[in-house]
């Protein structure tokens, strides 16, 4: 039986996949584990009853587990790891927290108007971090096999290089070549391509934010 699934639908396009890094994440985890699911796009400027009914707090991404609505895509995905074990998607524990920091270095350099407020400099230096881990363990952050931490830093990497390199001008250094490689093996999996938001509605997600 299919899982039902709410997910942000694009700025501007209603029936358009959406730009939330962290509805692809709980996409990407159904798609991996080949989980068949049923996609509600909600327009987040403009929720519909019935969603804020089963999930007052009105936030995206929402899955249907057992007649129940359960918010929070890290809930989310230890559930589906709990209920659907085949592929195996578990972090070794030592490595779940490898790349934490991007998401938030990144928000902060992208909407940093200051070139020497320091906001590049730490997006740089967590993403040396990451060079250095994948390095001594890549290709993925737990070795040969994509595992949850993956998942989660996919949309959040796919963000940074398109609203950096729209809003900025800028690109991931060359010289991280395990990064760079990191990056291309997460946006030529399949689940990948069948989850991202196109780069234009990324770029839209984050224009009010960039440009207040």
Same mark, same amino acid.
């Given at each position: 039986?299919?899982?039902?699934?709410?997910?942000?639908?694009?700025?501007?396009?209603?029936?358009?996949? $959406?730009?939330?890094?962290?509805?692809?994440?709980? &996409?990407?985890? =159904? #798609? +991996?584990?080949?989980?068949?699911?049923?996609?509600?796009?909600?327009?987040?400027?403009?929720?519909?009853?019935?969603?804020?009914?089963?999930?007052?707090?009105?936030?995206?991404?929402?899955?249907?587990?057992?007649?129940?609505?359960?918010?929070?895509?890290?809930?989310?995905?230890?559930?589906?790891?709990?209920?659907?074990?085949?592929?195996?998607?578990?972090?070794?524990?030592?490595?779940?927290?490898?790349?934490?920091?991007?998401?938030?270095?990144?928000?902060?350099?992208?909407?940093?108007?200051?070139?020497?407020? $320091?906001?590049?400099?730490?997006?740089?230096?967590? &993403?040396?971090? =990451? #060079? +250095?881990?994948?390095?001594?363990?890549?290709?993925?952050?737990?070795?040969?096999?994509?595992?949850?931490?993956?998942?989660?830093?996919?949309?959040?990497?796919?963000?940074?290089?398109?609203?950096l390199g729209h809003f900025k001008k800028w690109t991931?250094?060359?010289?991280?070549?395990?990064?760079?490689?990191?990056?291309?093996?997460?946006?030529a999996r399949e689940s990948f391509k069948k989850t991202?938001?196109?780069?234009?509605?990324?770029?839209?997600?984050?224009?009010?934010?960039?440009?207040?």
């Amino acid at each position: 039986m299919a899982l039902e699934i709410a997910v942000k639908a694009a700025v501007g396009a209603p029936t358009v996949l $959406g730009d939330c890094p962290f509805s692809q994440r709980a &996409l990407l985890t =159904l #798609e +991996e584990k080949k989980v068949p699911y049923n996609i509600h796009l909600i327009d987040v400027s403009n929720k519909p009853a019935w969603f804020l009914e089963v999930n007052p707090g009105g936030k995206v991404p929402v899955v249907k587990f057992d007649g129940k609505w359960v918010p929070d895509s890290d809930v989310i995905v230890g559930i589906l790891e709990e209920k659907y074990p085949e592929p195996p998607l578990v972090t070794p524990p030592q490595f779940s927290s490898v790349g934490s920091n991007i998401f938030g270095t990144f928000v902060s350099f992208l909407k940093s108007k200051d070139s020497n407020d $320091g906001t590049e400099q730490a997006l740089l230096a967590e &993403l040396n971090a =990451l #060079e +250095e881990h994948l390095k001594a363990n890549g290709p993925y952050v737990a070795g040969e096999k994509v595992s949850a931490v993956d998942l989660s830093l996919a949309p959040k990497l796919y963000h940074l290089t398109v609203a950096l390199g729209h809003f900025k001008k800028w690109t991931i250094p060359e010289s991280l070549t395990n990064v760079n490689n990191y990056v291309k093996l997460l946006f030529a999996r399949e689940s990948f391509k069948k989850t991202k938001a196109e780069e234009k509605y990324v770029i839209a997600g984050w224009e009010p934010k960039v440009n207040p």
